[in-house]
T-cell receptor
Framework: EPEVTQTPSHQVTQMGQEVILRCVPI?????FYWYRQILGQKVEFLVS????????KSEIFDDQFSVERPDGSNFTLKIRSTKLEDSAMYFC????????????FGSGTRLTVV | GNSVTQMEGPVTLSEEAFLTINCTYT??????LFWYVQYPGEGLQLLLK?????DKGSNKGFEATYRKETTSFHLEKGSVQVSDSAVYFC??????????????FGKGTKLSVKP
């Protein structure tokens, strides 16, 4: 069964450093998403991406965050200057297109900011 | 705004017990409803879904029925196993004129099944 692949599985970074989280969505999917889950809390929407541009973003997705699809297969989330409160599990997801297909999630990247 | 409310956990059951995890939602229009499961140390997996009123989603012995009149999507399983121990998330998405909306999750309910 096709999978969404995320790398790395765990990243430790110092406060103030930039990090890039990588995702390879399912190849024929058109919509891409980032969600995050702070330990013990609910899963929160960050951003959705369609047709090479952001289609929707949450209040969490401020100027320190950016997303990119640089080469037609990878989908990246960049955090420009990490803060302690950015420590969370970050999930990438994709869907084929219109309608309620249900999202396919990757297994996540655990980001720890120290 | 749109929201999902799940019963507070943790829920601890013995093997072969009956499971219900309550989920209610608030949304305008006609959302699609989902249950996702997160096994320890893993990501989110779609368990089942329903896209319109009275639809029943089912998978791996789990069922949930989309009840518009009570705005509910309760998860049930007749006989749980130790391997069902996980965190279960109820979620909804709005469909905006054909576009896929983002998922709104409940807080999750941790289920522990004892042998």
């Amino acid at each position: 069964e096709p999978e969404v692949t995320q790398t790395p599985s765990h990243q430790v970074t110092q406060m103030g450093q930039e990090v890039i989280l990588r995702c390879v969505p399912i190849s024929n999917h058109l919509y891409f998403y980032w969600y995050r889950q702070i330990l013990g809390q609910k899963v929160e929407f960050l951003v959705s991406f369609y047709n090479n541009e952001i289609s929707e973003k949450s209040e969490i997705f401020d100027d320190q965050f950016s997303v990119e699809r640089p080469d037609g297969s990878n989908f990246t989330l960049k955090i420009r200057s990490t803060k302690l409160e950015d420590s969370a599990m970050y999930f990438c997801a994709s869907t084929p297109g219109q309608g309620a297909y249900g999202y396919t999630f990757g297994s996540g990247t655990r980001l720890t900011v120290v | 705004g749109n929201s999902v409310t799940q019963m507070e956990g943790p829920v601890t059951l013995s093997e072969e017990a009956f499971l219900t995890i309550n989920c209610t939602y608030t949304a305008t229009g006609y959302p699609s409803l989902f249950w996702y499961v997160q096994y320890p140390g893993e990501g989110l997996q779609l368990l089942l879904k329903a896209t319109k009123a009275d639809d029943k989603g089912s998978n791996k012995g789990f069922e949930a029925t989309y009840r518009k009149e009570t705005t509910s999507f309760h998860l049930e399983k007749g006989s749980v196993q130790v391997s069902d121990s996980a965190v279960y998330f109820c979620a909804l998405t709005k469909n905006y004129g054909g576009s896929q909306g983002n998922l709104i999750f409940g807080k999750g309910t941790k289920l522990s099944v004892k042998p």
